[in-house]
């Protein structure tokens, strides 16, 4: 006969004890189980929601960048290239540019490969009195897209005014009741009304549009040009000192600002938006930090009391265990049985405590942890460290709360024993 | 040769000295059956104790074919015991979750070997317990149980019985079959010393020693 055959007949006949030890046990590693299987359910909680709100962020932002795109498809953000000598304070006291440069500069740029810069429009403004009506007008000329060497053809954006003709700012047509298709003198030249806009409530309003050669003509500036306006910029965000150095490298001469504020606003309402996509997720992941902090809190002191009060009643279940077998004991000894024998018959008892624990309250605190965090599909399997956690965790507390009796035990003087009985 | 030499023994109990044994003597040979005789409280079961090497005495030397128990170390007292020496209590002392033949072969704990079950077999023959092997010390007489306790004590063939009031729960047939099996056990070459108050039972011992002033005295009648 082994000492396990003893054990093992031993909790068959005492089922009782064992099993309240039993159950001791498994709530320990069910506790400790179940915290850690929460915690990782809450990481991966966490990380679905995290996931859930960046894939969120990223249709929402899909969607902002898919209206930036339209907002620049109809208002561009637009550049407009001047000559370095052009005084900024005239341009926007005025409304457009009085000095200067050669028309080459826009043939020269659409050459250059700035990737950034789309729909190069050279004009030649000037502000000059109509002779023929006697009115102030902005002359306005234009020779539509330039061409790009480089780029795919492309739907221009601004058809070339055809020689001869004109277009008509609102309040000239509306005042001298202009129509299309009419013809008008400016300059002793005679014009074709091509078009006459609708109201913008800027200078272009008092402005005729002619062709720039005509324009150049008329205004005694042959080859010239005071403005490129740049339109439907790739432009990253508002990065215009990138655009300038670059323009800059090509012409020298030159000046450039930004036109189109509406679009930079949007753009930063974009800018806004994404970051504050950002800031919700970052607050998600903050809020779920805390709750993580706040439950392995709560666990750091729960499992130690249970731990501690598990050892507690084991102790007191093997003392009773020792009380009630102190007849065996003392036969044993006194047929030979050797001390460190009777101590390991209590001990292997613990042992399998702590072995049969483990496996339930594993499997009870997986379980309840799941289910505790409403986790119903199987996700978090079977975690080999954790068993072995849990099962080291319930044989030490098994072994330590039955040791003190378990020693006692080895230590009764059978004499004791058999002299009272 | 089995000798107890001036033993001597006291306990200490409510703050009183109590003198169980002093300066007591005995000696049995091989083969010999000895009862030791006395009223109860006359120190009869610690001198069984104290020769089963189980209480150490406060003087004198238990030697056993000339080596004393008590100058040997614990364990090695523990597993001499369990080669040479056999007890059986009036108690029984059976472990009550094993069934009669464990009971019997439990003495193999000590030795952790698993080949004994077939001497469990032979001392159930022995002593009539076929028909109670499977069976629980709850589920026997007292004589049955007395026989078990017997059985286990003979379990590695000891060299020396101790009994302790063996016959002090049985009835007369019992008692006799009981005491019949020691008589056997110093017939074949064994050392018995038993224990009782009842005179007419160790009357049946080869020799019989009266414990009388927490000596051992021969009786002569």
Redesign the interface.
């Known amino acids: ?3 396990w ?2 054990v093992v ?2 909790i ?3 089922k009782l004890n064992f099993i309240s030890g039993l159950i001791s046990v498994a709530l320990s590693v069910a506790v400790l189980v179940g915290s850690l299987t929460m915690l990782k359910a809450h990481d991966m909680r966490t990380g679905e929601i995290v996931a859930q709100k960046e894939k969120e962020t990223r249709q929402r932002m899909a969607v902002l960048e898919d209206d930036y795109r339209k907002i620049m498809k109809y208002l561009g953000f637009n550049l407009l290239i001047l000559p370095r000598d052009q005084k900024l304070g005239d341009l926007y006291t005025d409304g457009f540019a009085s000095r200067t440069m050669p028309e080459e500069y826009a043939t020269r740029l659409s050459k250059a490969n700035i990737v950034t810069i789309r729909h190069l429009l050279p004009s030649l403004q000037q502000k000059i009195k109509w002779p023929e009506k006697q009115r102030t007008i902005v002359l306005m000329g234009t020779r539509g897209e330039v061409a790009s060497s480089y780029r795919d053809d492309q739907e221009p954006i601004l058809v070339a005014v055809p020689k001869g003709r004109a277009v008509i700012g609102y309040e000239l047509a509306a005042s001298m009741h202009l129509r299309a298709g009419e013809k008008f003198r400016l300059l002793g030249r005679t014009f074709t009304i091509e078009q006459c806009n609708e109201e913008r409530g800027t200078n272009d309003d008092i402005t005729i549009w002619i062709d720039l050669q005509e324009a150049q003509g008329l205004l005694g500036k042959p080859g010239k040009i005071n403005a490129i306006l740049a339109l439907k910029c790739l432009c990253a965000g508002n990065d215009i000192a990138q655009i300038r150095q670059q323009i800059g490298a090509v012409l020298p001469g030159v000046q450039v600002i930004e036109q189109g504020t509406k679009v930079l606003t949007r753009a930063e309402a974009r800018k806004r938006a994404a970051k504050e996509s950002a800031e919700a997720v970052t607050a998600e992941i903050r809020n779920r930090q805390r709750i993580r902090r706040e439950q392995e809190a709560f666990s750091a002191i729960l499992v130690p009391l249970v731990f501690l009060a598990s050892g507690i009643w084991i102790g007191l279940i093997f003392l009773s265990n020792v009380r009630e077998r102190k ?2 004991i ?10 460190r ?1 009777v101590l390991s018959l209590f001990l292997m008892k613990a042992l399998l405590m702590g072995a049969v624990g483990a496996v339930v309250g594993y499997i009870t605190g997986t379980l309840g942890g799941m289910q505790w965090q409403g986790i119903r599909s199987l996700s978090i399997g079977f975690d080999a460290w954790r068993f072995i956690l849990s099962l080291l965790m319930a044989v030490l507390l098994a072994l330590t709360g039955s040791w003190i009796p378990a020693f006692l035990a080895s230590r009764q003087d ?2 004791d024993v ?2 009272e ?1 | 040769m089995f000798e107890l030499k001036q033993i001597k023994k006291t306990y200490v109990k409510e703050g009183k000295t109590i003198q169980a044994l002093k300066k007591t003597d005995l000696t049995t040979e091989t083969g010999e059956f000895v009862a030791v005789q006395g009223p109860s409280g006359s120190g009869k079961t610690t001198l069984l104790l104290i020769a089963g090497g189980l209480l150490h005495p406060d003087e004198g030397q238990v030697l056993v074919d000339g080596k004393d128990l008590y100058k040997m170390k614990t364990d090695t007292r523990t597993g001499f015991r369990s080669r040479y020496i056999g007890f059986v209590f009036q108690q029984y002392h059976l472990i009550p979750y094993l069934s009669v033949l464990e009971n019997i072969v439990a003495p193999s704990i000590v030795h952790g070997r698993h080949e004994h079950w077939d001497r469990g077999i032979e001392l159930i023959k022995q002593f009539g317990l076929q028909h109670r092997e499977n069976h629980v010390p709850a589920e026997l007489s007292a004589g049955e149980k007395q026989r078990t306790a017997l059985a286990r004590a003979l379990f590695f063939r000891p060299q020396i019985l101790l009994a302790d009031e063996i016959t002090g729960n049985l009835d007369h047939q019992n008692a006799q079959i009981v005491i019949g099996c020691l008589k056997e056990h110093a017939r074949q070459g064994g050392t018995v010393l038993l224990v009782t108050h009842d005179q007419e039972v160790a009357a049946q011992a080869d020799r019989m020693e009266q414990l009388h002033n927490a000596t051992c005295e021969r009786n002569e009648s």
């Not at chain 1, 036969?331 to 050797?338: D, N």
Request: aromatic share 0%; charged share 30%; hydrophobic share 35%.
């Open positions: 006969m082994s000492i055959q003893l007949k031993e068959h006949r005492r007849s065996e003392g036969i044993l000894s006194a047929i030979g049985v050797q001390s024998k059978p004499a058999l002299r009985e």
